[in-house]
């Protein structure tokens, strides 16, 4: 049996009730196979980075897992089609979005996931909400790389 590990998620919404569809996926990762929320971060609004369209919900969710690092991305993909997540082209507004962020101290580069994300460190959105739930895995120049980021606090944790 795979050992447990702790991974990260980042979760995203800006179409449709945002907050509402963060708030269900929080809950959807405890039907996941093999896997426990442990932590979850506040809400947090944000500008889209990269992207157009409406004001992001964001949070980022622990999670104690034994599914592999590829099982656990399928298992995601799955929750944002179950949320009726389209991807009409790159950085499209969204229903609902979840990166694997970081799982356990595992460096992973393939072609369908990078873990650490390759882009959390450029994003407030996953730095501010994750240093709520893992202040340890979240270092000050970095906060302080992305402190000019409108990104603000919208909801006590989950």
Known sequence: MRDVVTAYIGIGANLGDAAAQVRAALQWLD?????????ASGLWRSAPVDADGPHYCNAVAA??????????????HALEARAGRERPYRNAPRTLDLDLLLYGSARIQSPRLIV????MEQRAFVLMPL????????TISALQAVAGQDVEPMAPPV
Do not use: W
């Open 116 to 119: 650490p994300h390759p882009r």
């Open 63 to 76: 999670v104690s897992t034994r599914l592999s690092a590829p099982a656990l991305l399928q298992a995601l």
């Open 131 to 138: 240093a709520q739930i893992a202040p340890e895995r979240v």
């Open 31 to 39: 039907e996941l196979p093999q896997t426990r929320r442990i932590a």
